[in-house]
C-alpha cells in the first residue's frame, strides 16, 4: 500500500479542530516506536500523563485505533502519525509490527470472521409477527391523524406566530410522533423548533416544511395503493427503517465504487455520516451510517477512493440507500469523478427526483466546471451564468482550493443549496 498524501490525511479528518490539532503534534519530538508495513501504521505519542498513548492504523480499511480518550475517529494522535508517515520522517516500512498493533488487527481480523460465520436468526412467530406489525400500524395511524391536526392548528393560527412558540411546543409535538413510532417526521419536527430562529428564510423553509408534512399525512392513509418503490421511501419518511439482514438477502451490485463525497452530522443526540458512491455503470448510492451520542460511527471512505466491493441497496427510489454486503478492498484513488453538469441540468434532474419522491431532503449533483464566488454564504456559478448558494461550505477553503477557476465539484443539493463534499482540483480529488 503506498504512502498517503498529506491531502489524504486531511481528508480523513473529522473535523477542522482535529486537523489543527493533528498538525502540532506531527513532529517526531512526542513520538516514539514508529513503525509501518503494507497494512498497519503505528506508534507511541505522549501525552500529558505517564504513559503514551498507543496508536495504530490499519491504512487498507481505513481504521483507526488509539488508547486516548478521544471519541473522534481518527483522533488527533492517529491523523499527526498519519502525516509523519505521509512525509517520510517517521514509521520506517518492512518492520514487524507491535504487539499492541498486532493484537489490534487479529482483533479486527476475528470480528469480521465471526460475522460472516454467524448463523441467521430464527424466524419469528408469524401470527405473532403479524400483531406486532398490526398493532404498530394502529399507533402509526393515531400519530399520523394527530400530527395531522396539529398541523392545521398551526396553519390556523398563522405561521408567523410559529416562531413565538417555546422550544417546548416543537418538542412536545415530536415527542408524540417518537410514541407513535413515527420517529423520522419527530427529528424533523424538533429540528424545526430550532431553524425557525436559525435561519434567516426561516418562513420560506417553514412554509415548505409544512406543505411536505401536510401530503405525507395525506399519503399515509393511502399507502395500500402505492407501488412498491413508493410505499419504501413513505416508510424511510416517517422514520420506518427496513431490518439490514433484509437487505443483505438482495441482489448486490459489483464494484468497483468510487466514492464521490461524505458528510457528517451531529444533533447532540445521533451522529450521521452520509457517504455518495457511484458504480460502473454509473449507478449512485447512498451509505447511511448512524451512531448514538457515546458511540463512533463506521470510517469515514475518502473521496476519490474507488472500492472493490459489493453493495446491496434498500428499497425505493434511485439514488437508493445501500450496505456493503461484503468486505471492502482499496483499489486505488481516481482522478476526476467523471462527467459534471451545468446547474440548470442539475436542477431539472433533482425536479424530476422529487417527482417521484417527494420526501426525499437532498439530491447527489456533480457540477463541471462551476466557479466559487464571495457573498453571503457564497455561491457556485458556471459557464451559462447560472449560480447556486452554498450551505455549510469553508467558502475560505474553497476559494484557496479552487483559486478562482472553474473545477468540478460534487456535492448535496438541498432546498435549492449546494452542500460541496469534494472538488477535482489538479487531477485530483480532494475534500473542502
Known amino acids: 500500500m503506498g504512502r498517503w498524501s498529506e491531502d489524504r490525511v486531511a481528508g480523513a479528518a473529522p473535523d477542522a479542530a482535529s486537523l489543527a490539532a493533528a498538525r502540532k503534534l506531527a513532529r ?25 498513548y498507543q496508536v495504530s492504523v490499519d491504512i487498507a480499511a481505513p481504521a483507526y485505533r488509539c488508547s486516548c480518550p478521544s471519541r473522534k475517529f481518527p483522533c488527533k494522535h492517529a491523523l499527526a502519525l498519519l502525516l509523519l508517515w505521509s512525509r517520510g520522517e517517521a514509521a520506517d516500512g518492512g518492520m514487524e509490527a507491535a504487539g499492541y498493533a498486532q493484537e489490534w488487527a487479529a482483533q479486527r481480523a476475528d470480528r469480521a470472521t465471526e460475522r460472516e460465520r454467524r448463523e441467521p436468526e430464527q424466524p419469528a412467530d408469524p401470527a405473532a409477527q403479524a400483531k406486532r406489525l398490526a398493532d404498530r400500524l394502529a ?35 415530536a415527542a408524540r ?7 423520522g417526521l419527530a427529528e424533523q419536527v424538533r429540528a424545526m423548533g430550532s431553524d425557525i ?17 401536510w401530503a405525507l399525512t395525506k399519503a399515509w392513509p393511502l399507502r395500500e395503493h402505492l407501488t412498491p418503490e413508493e410505499l419504501a421511501d413513505l416508510r424511510v419518511a416517517v422514520g420506518w427503517t427496513v431490518p439490514a439482514a433484509e437487505v ?41 451510517d448512524f451512531a448514538a451520542r457515546s458511540e463512533s460511527l463506521a470510517t469515514p471512505q475518502l473521496a476519490g477512493s474507488v472500492l472493490d466491493a459489493t453493495v446491496a441497496r434498500y428499497p425505493g427510489p434511485a439514488p437508493q440507500r445501500a450496505m456493503f454486503a461484503g468486505t471492502v478492498g482499496p483499489r486505488g484513488t481516481a482522478e476526476t469523478l467523471g462527467q459534471g453538469s451545468t446547474i ?38 458556471d459557464e451559462t451564468g447560472d449560480a447556486l448558494p452554498l450551505v455549510d461550505a469553508p467558502l475560505d477553503a474553497l476559494l484557496a482550493l479552487t483559486g478562482g477557476h472553474p473545477v468540478d465539484l460534487f456535492g448535496e443539493l438541498e432546498e435549492g443549496r449546494v452542500r460541496p463534499l469534494s472538488v477535482v482540483v489538479n487531477g485530483a480529488v480532494v475534500t473542502p
Open 28 to 52: 517526531p519530538g512526542p513520538w516514539s516506536g514508529t513503525g509501518s508495513n503494507d497494512v498497519l501504521v503505528w506508534g507511541k505519542c505522549q501525552g500529558s500523563g505517564k504513559t503514551p
Open 139 to 173: 399507533l402509526m395511524d393515531a400519530g399520523i391523524s394527530d400530527f395531522s391536526r396539529w398541523l392545521a392548528d398551526l396553519v390556523r393560527t398563522g405561521m408567523a406566530s410559529a416562531r413565538t412558540q417555546p422550544y417546548s411546543w416543537w418538542d412536545g409535538a
Open 177 to 183: 410522533l417518537v410514541d407513535a413510532q413515527l420517529p
Open 197 to 213: 430562529h436559525a435561519r434567516s428564510d426561516w418562513t420560506d423553509h417553514l412554509l415548505h416544511r409544512a406543505g411536505r408534512w
Open 248 to 288: 443483505r438477502g438482495t441482489e448486490a451490485l459489483p464494484g468497483p465504487w468510487l466514492v464521490l463525497g461524505a458528510h457528517r452530522t451531529d444533533d447532540g443526540r445521533l451522529q450521521q455520516q452520509r457517504t455518495w458512491l457511484r458504480g460502473p455503470d454509473g449507478t449512485v448510492v447512498l451509505l447511511l
Open 344 to 381: 440548470a441540468s442539475a436542477l431539472g434532474d433533482e425536479s424530476a427526483a422529487v417527482a417521484l419522491s417527494p420526501w426525499r431532503e437532498r439530491h447527489p449533483v456533480l457540477l463541471a466546471g462551476v466557479r466559487v464566488c464571495t457573498g453571503g454564504s457564497g455561491w457556485l456559478q
